[in-house]
């Protein structure tokens, strides 16, 4: 089984900035993917950022330029740097974990973006 906790989340102004992070523990293998997706209400979870265990990243092209994934894989952490935040990146953000056929989920953090 595998636990994913995410922390980090809040109210921000337009322009500011938050850090979120999730630690992993449980069965977790060295080589997996971990990244971070969003759901607005009344949209469908989309793909934000990911990092895999060799730190290859890929986001999505609203957030490039403002959004930085990073990793300590001897935490079993993962994290994302957002900068210059807009209100339309409140969203619930989850954390996820793959590997090999296996994906796993955290519970959620709300970040809100609003003056």
């Known amino acids: 089984q595998v636990q994913l906790v995410e922390s980090g989340g809040g109210l921000v102004q337009p322009g500011g900035s938050l850090r979120l992070s999730c630690a992993a523990s449980?069965?977790?293998?060295?080589?997996?993917?971990m990244g971070w997706y969003r759901q607005a209400p009344g949209k469908q979870r989309e793909l934000v950022a990911t990092?895999?265990?060799?730190?290859?990243?890929n986001y999505a092209d609203s957030v490039k330029d403002r959004f930085t994934i990073s990793r300590d894989n001897a935490k079993k952490t993962v994290y994302l740097q957002m900068n210059n935040l807009k209100p339309d990146d409140t969203a619930v953000y989850y954390c996820?974990?793959?590997?090999?056929?296996?994906?796993?989920w955290g519970q959620g953090t709300q970040v809100t973006v609003s003056s």
């Open positions: 996820n974990l793959r590997q090999f056929v296996y994906s796993d």
């Open positions: 449980g069965n977790i293998f060295n080589i997996n993917t």
């Open positions: 990092i895999t265990n060799g730190g290859a990243t």
